[in-house]
C-alpha cells in the first residue's frame, strides 16, 4: 500500500501555485503531502452522493458546496496569500461565509469538512490534518471510511474537537451537528443492506 509521500523542505502558497497542474499537493504548516494515487471507485460513489445530498440541502440556505480538487487555505493570521503555509484539497466542504470564497480558492475556515478515507491518505486525514482544522476553527469534521462503512463525525466544542461520534448503517441516518437539517441515510450512502439496528447500551 502505497502511502501518502511527504516533502522535506518548508514551503508557502506561493511555492504551491508554481508546481505543475498535473500534479496535487497538500500543504500543512509549511509541508508538502502528495495526493497520489487516484482514489478508489468507492471512494467516488460516496464522494457523488455526498456531494449531490450538499448540493440539493444547500443551494437555497445562503452556503456553497465544493468537492475536490478545490484550494482551501487557513492562514495562520492575516498574512497574504502568498505566505500562507497550510492549503488543503478535502473532498467536500460547506461554505457560509461568502466573504471566504474567491475565484482562485476558499480563504479561511469552512463550516463542515469531509475527507473520505484512502489506505495512502487515513493517517494524514486523521491525524495532522485533523489537528490543523482543529485549530483553524473548522466547526465540523466527518471522516467517511468507504471500506468499513462507517462515519466519525467531529464537532468543534470550546475550540477543541472531542472524541468523535462514529456512525454506520446499523444506525440508519445521522444528522449535522451544525446544520441539524442535514440528514444522511448511511444505508444509501455506503450502498450496503440494511443492518439490526444498533441496540441502547443495557441499564444493568
Known amino acids: ?72 487555505l487557513l492562514p495562520a493570521g492575516d498574512e497574504a496569500d502568498e505566505a500562507v503555509e497550510t492549503v488543503v484539497q478535502p473532498d467536500l466542504v460547506v461554505v457560509c461565509d461568502p466573504e471566504k470564497v474567491r475565484e482562485a480558492n476558499v480563504r479561511g475556515a469552512p463550516d463542515l469538512v469531509v475527507e473520505i478515507l484512502s489506505p495512502s491518505t487515513a493517517r494524514k486525514d486523521e491525524g495532522v490534518k485533523r489537528e490543523r482544522y482543529q485549530r483553524a476553527g473548522v466547526a465540523e469534521y466527518w471522516l467517511v471510511h468507504p471500506v468499513d462503512h462507517v462515519v466519525h463525525r467531529y464537532a468543534l466544542v470550546e475550540g477543541a474537537y472531542r472524541r468523535p461520534e462514529v456512525f454506520g448503517p446499523e444506525d440508519g441516518r445521522f444528522a449535522s451537528s451544525r446544520f441539524p437539517e442535514l440528514s444522511v441515510d448511511l444505508v444509501e450512502l455506503f450502498g450496503v443492506e440494511p443492518k439490526e439496528p444498533r441496540q441502547p447500551p443495557s441499564a444493568e
Open 1 to 72: 500500500m502505497a502511502l501518502a509521500h511527504r516533502l522535506p523542505r518548508h514551503f508557502t502558497y506561493a511555492d504551491y501555485c508554481r508546481w505543475p497542474d498535473d500534479q496535487r499537493w497538500e500543504l500543512i504548516d509549511g509541508a508538502a503531502w502528495d495526493m497520489s494515487p487516484a482514489p478508489s471507485t468507492a471512494h467516488q460513489e460516496v464522494s457523488m452522493r455526498l456531494g449531490y445530498l450538499f448540493y440539493g440541502h444547500f443551494r437555497e440556505r445562503g452556503c456553497r458546496v465544493f468537492a475536490a480538487p478545490v484550494d482551501v
